[in-house]
């Protein structure tokens, strides 16, 4: 069953807040953007807005955080259908194809002034950026201990791997430019995921049986992930 959060009745206002603010931004990117157009494409007032949110970058934020829970709920739905999406590769091309395909998101990862203005360098959202860079810290030390990810470096240099592998490839395209259209997003994905792979990974073909018995364990922790962050999207986190 897909792993999906869902607004309780309270936060149906907020949602449709959210969804005006998502399309503003798109439309307009975050500089132009103001409560009051907020208030006026969601129909309802500006004080509304502020018993959702408390200033304009929080609302902006959450428009983020709504996106990285959908992305999430996406992985579950992958892993639960086949446990080798537990692969830090196998993840990376995924996180990757998503992202390119969530525009807020690809302007998150990518750093996009024009969409995302100071927003795009705001503390705040570092820790989105690390959605899935880290492979959540203990889910990548469980992969380390049974044998699927390569042990011959400690585990805080292999994720400062992981981090600097997937920030290049998430920043390749706005700085190359047109030597980066060369290649298709499905292509970069299988690039990044070849890099990651043949970079942390233990050589040859994972043991099916380990991954199948990993599966429950690794699926609890992403979900419990996904949880704690879709409970943030409305301030309650």
Do not use: C
Request: aromatic share 6%; glycine share 6%.
């Amino acid at each position: 069953m897909r792993e999906r959060w869902m607004p309780g009745r309270d936060d149906e206002r907020g949602e449709r807040i959210l969804d005006a603010a998502a399309e503003l931004v798109l439309r307009w990117g975050y500089k132009r953007v103001t409560i009051e157009d907020v208030a006026k494409h969601a129909g309802i007032g500006k004080g509304t807005v502020y018993l959702h949110f408390r200033n304009r970058a929080e609302l902006f934020v959450s428009v983020l955080v709504r996106e990285s829970v959908a992305m999430t709920a996406d992985m579950l739905d992958a892993l639960r259908r086949d446990p080798v999406m537990m692969l830090p590769a196998e993840q990376a091309q995924m996180v990757y194809l998503g992202v390119m395909k969530r525009p807020l998101l690809r302007a998150m990862f990518s750093r996009d002034v024009e969409i995302l203005g100071d927003l795009a360098a705001d503390p705040t959202i570092a820790p989105l950026r690390r959605v899935k860079i880290d492979l959540f810290g203990d889910m990548f030390q469980v992969l380390r201990e049974h044998g699927l990810v390569r042990t011959d470096q400690d585990l805080e240099s292999q994720r400062y791997l992981m981090t600097a592998v997937q920030t290049g490839f998430y920043l390749a395209r706005p700085m190359l430019g047109a030597f980066a259209d060369t290649h298709s997003d499905e292509a970069t994905a299988k690039l990044l995921a070849h890099t990651v792979r043949e970079s942390l990974q233990t050589p040859g073909q994972p043991d099916p049986e380990v991954l199948q018995a990993l599966a429950p364990k690794m699926t609890a922790m992403l979900t419990d992930f996904h949880r704690a962050l879709a409970a943030t999207v409305h301030g309650e986190g």
